[in-house]
């Protein structure tokens, strides 16, 4: 049986693609030294799985190298997954040879983020847009000019712009001209990278519009990658929060805004600059850089920036005392707390040390027990110069224990608004998880 | 607060070139106060960018700042004279040296959007900051290091004296974006013109950036220019405003007037334009239309091809920019709008909008 004939009819609502325990990981380096020094892999997609249903918009939101782009060209097979599967109308994309998904790619299309370089500057529009046709083989030539100026109208552009070349327009307009040529073969999915991020502000809200029309009017399924929030407040039905590799949160889009529940989630929102004077406020910023794809944090990746690190089982700190053995962990750890050592080489008194971090970090006095032993302990090393041994210390003891590090946390909760599933990766809501 | 540092009357900035004059800045006004934040928003092409590297004198061949006056404390940056026939710089114009060791840098310091190519790949980090201080601060070659590192470690970059010897590409984006700034700030500037500084950056670091921002305005009391086309930057941290479109500044006031008081229909459909990510929004107003060539803007007032209130006489009139609402605290609130003039606005038939998408 072919593969066209094996895709399932699909109606409006209906699982239209099936991703499960997605995958990709890429290897540093593949040159000749490679193989003498072995490469590192860079963990860009791990272990994603999500549905997307006909007719619906799920956005795959995140900042820059949280691996949004690599997973939805795994998904479209335009990058060979790892390990896991994709399923689109049933067909297993995953079990199938390039050949052989070709002629699905008529249902599968995608459009870029720049608008000027994803359009060939030597062809001319109309020609642009019959190109997918020609490639499938639909429709004979005379049809295909007639439904490429149709396809002209319906983006909202003029049918003359047919003879036109790409650089006699706007971004605003290329990016139509994109989508028109997307939805040349009448997929069923479009996925769409960045679509408006290269346009401005104005031009923005022009081309979401017309991609929420054409939505409704076809009922295309999208699925849409972008790092701006607000972008994807306005066009989504559902949202998924990636982070280094791992979707962070998954909901519909209401509850994913009203009531986020991962700490990364909450940080982003916090961070976007709401354009109201009067909603200004103190925000809490998120500390540091996102760590690197190769060798990433074990279990929650979120764990090394997180305010709310959840703290090893064996501490039993209260919540006060807990936080500022935190605030003296990001310290040592970025080294801000240096004391003035006498010179070069020579060491400080460990007394100094101490009373200069209990001044700093414990006003109310040095947390007790296990915690109490490992500071005094880092508060040694640092008297000694020794600020790897520091470093370490606290990062194993402090942080590496808790079952943040210890366990990737997947839950799932029950949702405040909308219908849905709110999926959850972080153990503060292990107790809530269905 | 309230002493003007900076004054730019009627800046005029054109760039001849093959297909013409584009008149890129044309006639642009506005002042910065000791220790505020003023935005220059606008849409690419809106002539933003010139605006500042003309204030600073850093325009090039084709173009050529060809009228108004900027003035620095008592110094004059541009400043022309007609002499009857043609426009001639003033004697008491500063001259490139003097821009070069007084003004650029020690007192009015530019941090550009890309920090890559403003940050030299082959010197190191710490090297390039020192290198600046030295140039900007009396301060001797071990002292600019420590002042150096200090700094660093304002601007949050962490483990700043290991760092110190590491190279740009050692450095993430936002870092670099941190080292432009304590490299600025460590020149103890009096004015930072800031140049979309943070449009190319991730959103928490973005945050990260805006939140320095604040706490060193307040120790330091520097003044910024903040050039940038995100209302929710300007929203954020601006004390006050200036709208441009097209190559001229069509609103400008405090910043809760420009939101909650908008007086041009460019700001206000730039507002509505905005997806928001506080609330969910049944659907946007895009202004329709794109912004059209600085080559030959359109008649009249600029923005009326696109203007949903256009009328009439918007086609022919070119609109006065004045003061056209109170403010609270009595600071200047101007748009350029005929609504706002007694030239038979209100009586005439609008103006049906025609545009090409």
């Known amino acids: 049986m072919s593969v066209t004939e094996a895709l399932a009819d699909v109606e409006m609502g209906e699982t239209l693609l099936e991703i499960e325990g997605l995958t990709k990981h890429f290897q540093s380096d593949t040159g000749l030294l490679a193989g003498v020094f072995g490469s590192e892999v860079v ?30 060209r795994t998904i479209l097979q335009l990058i060979e997954p790892t390990d896991g599967r994709v399923a689109f109308k049933g067909v297993e994309l995953t079990e199938r040879s390039q050949r052989e998904i070709r002629p699905l790619r008529r249902d599968m299309q995608m459009i870029f983020q720049d608008p000027q370089s994803s359009l060939n500057p030597r062809m001319k529009v109309g020609q642009i847009i019959e190109e997918p046709m020609k490639a499938h083989d639909m429709y004979t030539k005379t049809e295909r000019r007639e439904r490429a100026k149709e396809l002209l109208e319906r983006v909202e552009l003029k049918r003359e712009y047919y003879n036109r070349y790409p650089h006699e327009f706007s971004g605003g307009q290329r990016q139509r001209i994109n989508l028109a040529r997307a939805m040349a073969t009448d997929p069923d999915l479009i996925v769409c990278d960045e679509p408006v991020s290269a346009l401005d502000v104005s031009v923005q809200a022009q081309v979401l519009n017309t991609m929420r029309d054409l939505q409704e009017e076809f009922g295309f399924t999208y699925l849409v990658i972008s790092h701006d929030l607000s972008v994807v407040r306005y066009i989504a039905d559902r949202v998924a929060v990636m982070y280094l590799g791992h979707i962070a949160e998954l909901a519909e889009k209401e509850e994913l805004y009203e009531n986020p529940k991962h700490p990364y989630t909450q940080a982003l929102l916090d961070a976007i600059p709401i354009p109201d004077p009067r909603s200004r406020d103190a925000r809490g910023t998120l500390e ?42 990001r310290a040592v750890q970025r080294r801000t707390f240096v004391p003035e050592y006498p010179d070069e080489d020579a060491g400080l008194p460990v007394g100094e040390i101490t009373d200069a ?78 | ?85 043609e426009l001639v710089p003033r004697d008491e114009m500063l001259t490139e040296a003097q821009m070069r060791d007084q003004i650029r840098g020690n007192e009015i310091a530019i941090i ?40 660093l470690r304002r601007v949050g970059i962490p483990e700043a004296a290991e760092r110190y010897g590491d190279y740009p590409h050692e450095f993430s984006g936002g870092m670099r974006q941190r080292v432009l700034i304590a490299m600025a700030l460590g020149c103890r500037p009096n004015l930072i013109i800031a140049d979309e500084p943070t449009t190319a950056l991730d959103v928490t670091v973005e945050g990260q950036i805006l939140e320095l921002v604040n706490d060193l305005q307040a120790e330091f009391g520097t003044s910024f220019i903040w050039v940038t086309h995100d209302m929710g930057v300007v929203a954020e941290i601006c004390d006050r405003v200036n709208v441009m479109y097209l190559g001229q500044i069509v609103e400008q006031g405090p910043v809760d007037e420009i939101f909650h008081d908008t007086q ?29 060539s600085a080559r030959s803007p359109p008649s009249g007032c600029r ?55």
Not at chain 1, 43 to 72: H, M, N, P, Q, R
Not at chain 1, 297 to 324: A, K, N, V, Y
Not at chain 1, 419 to 426: E, F
Not at chain 2, 41 to 62: D, N
Request: hydrophobic share 30%.
């Open chain 2, 1 to 85: 607060m309230s002493d003007t540092i900076l004054e730019v009357t009627d800046l005029k900035t054109q760039f001849y070139t093959e297909r013409g004059v584009v008149r890129a800045v044309d006639g642009v006004s506005f002042d910065v106060k000791q220790g505020e934040i003023v935005g220059l928003v606008g849409e690419s092409g809106a002539g933003k960018s010139v605006t500042t590297s003309s204030v600073l004198r850093l325009i090039e061949e084709p173009g050529e700042v060809v009228g108004g006056e900027v003035d620095y404390m008592g110094r004059t940056i541009v400043g022309f004279e007609d002499t009857g026939e």
């Open chain 1, 288 to 329: 540091g850089d996102v760590p690197s794809p190769i060798g990433p944090p074990s279990g929650c990746r979120f764990r090394t920036r997180c305010p709310s690190l959840i703290q090893p089982d064996e501490l039993d700190l209260s919540p006060d005392d807990w936080s500022q053995v935190r605030r003296f962990t």
């Open chain 1, 43 to 72: 963990e860009a997609v791990d272990d994603v799985s999500f549905e997307i249903a006909k007719g619906e918009t799920v956005a795959l939101v995140g900042e820059s190298g949280c691996g949004k782009s690599t997973l939805a």
């Open chain 2, 112 to 151: 550009f959007q890309d920090p890559m190519e403003s940050l030299n790949p082959v010197y190191t980090v710490g090297g390039q900051v020192k290198e600046f201080i030295e140039l900007n601060r009396d301060l001797s070659g071990e002292e600019a290091k420590e002042e150096a590192i200090e700094m």
């Open chain 2, 264 to 292: 041009h229909p460019y700001t206000e459909a730039l507002l509505n334009s905005i997806p928001r990510p506080d609330r969910t929004v049944d659907d946007l107003e895009p202004i329709e239309g794109t912004m059209p």
């Open chain 2, 303 to 357: 923005f009326h091809p696109r203007c949903p209130d256009a009328r009439e006489p918007c086609r022919e009139i070119e609109p006065a920019f004045e003061q056209v609402a109170e403010t609270a605290d009595g600071a200047a609130h101007r748009a350029s709008c005929l609504k706002h003039e007694e030239v038979g606005y209100w009586e005439a038939e609008p103006l049906e909008v025609e545009v090409e998408k």
């Open chain 1, 357 to 434: 971090v209990d001044a700093d970090y414990f006003p109310e006095g040095r947390p007790d027990g296990e915690a109490g032993d490992i500071i005094d302990e880092v508060c040694r090393s640092i008297a000694d110069r020794e600020w790897d041994d520091a470093q370490k210390l606290v990062t194993e003891r402090f942080e590496e224990a808790s079952i943040c590090a210890t366990e990737r946390p997947q839950y799932t909760i029950p949702a405040e608004f909308g219908t849905g599933d709110h999926d959850v990766s972080c153990h503060l809501h292990r107790d809530d998880a269905i």
